[in-house]
């Protein structure tokens, strides 16, 4: 739960920065850069994890900050499109079945959540 608060700590600043620059922008282009807004959250999470999991050190800078990594159940890497299909059920799961989601890796045999097991992953501490 740390490491998932500082990446969305992170991920809130990278979208209060680009959030500004399209507001000034806005201003030269006449508002279309406005339209960018609404996307914007979803479109760097999902970046933000696709691109750190997939990353040589496998987690993102607050599962890094927590000792975790991510890989597949068979050891091997994380590939971007499997980071980013992870955070889109993570962010959906949260979503629209509560943060109580969570409470399945407390049930679950192998200590896995709902999201981890539909994408084949397992977080683990870093060795």
Known sequence: MIALAFDLVAIGILFSIFVTVLLVLGIVTFGLTWYLIPP???????????????????????????DLEMRHLDGQPVSF???????????????????????????????????????????????
Do not use: Q
């Open 40 to 66: 914007l959250f979803p479109a760097i999470a999902l970046f933000y994890n696709g691109l750190s999991i997939s990353g040589p050190r496998m987690a993102t800078p607050g599962m890094r900050a927590m």
């Open 81 to 127: 499109l499997v980071a980013a299909a992870h955070a889109v059920l993570f962010y959906l799961s949260w979503t629209f079945l509560t943060p109580l989601i969570l409470l399945v890796s407390l049930l679950s045999s192998e200590k896995r959540c709902l999201h981890d097991i539909v994408a084949g992953v397992i977080v683990t501490r870093r060795a």
